[in-house]
């Protein structure tokens, strides 16, 4: 007799969507926020439900050794690369991102 045993409603378990729809984003530049904060941008080529994405063409938007939070001016070219899904934080359209200030902090008038 074996411990283990399968049930009929297991192997039935629907197959997991993802909420994303990001087809709509393949051959389109992406910006990609991960943890830890990295960023990186490139041309989306693929993706799968769990978030792991395919982009080409990828810069990595290097941070300023004094304040990790906060983004330089150089780059690094890293050409076509796949982003494990588990660490992305945030995926927008390239063109579709603008900095704006920040709602939460009180304006000084001076």
């Known amino acids: 007799m074996s411990l283990l045993r399968t049930r009929p409603e297991d192997k039935e378990k629907k197959k997991k969507e993802s909420i994303f729809d990001l ?3 393949i051959d389109k530049p992406i910006r990609v926020k991960f943890q830890g904060g990295r960023e990186a941008s490139g041309v989306l080529k693929g993706f799968d439900p769990l978030l792991n994405l395919v982009l080409d063409g990828t810069i990595e938007y290097m941070r ?3 304040d990790q939070l906060k983004l330089t001016e150089d780059t690094r070219q890293l050409g076509l690369v796949v982003c494990r899904g588990t660490s992305v934080v945030l995926i927008c359209p390239q063109d579709g991102m603008e900095a704006i200030p920040n709602p939460f902090i009180q304006q000084q008038d001076g």
Request: aromatic residues 16%; without cysteine; proline residues 17%.
């Open 64 to 66: 300023d050794p004094d």
């Open 23 to 25: 087809s709509k984003y």
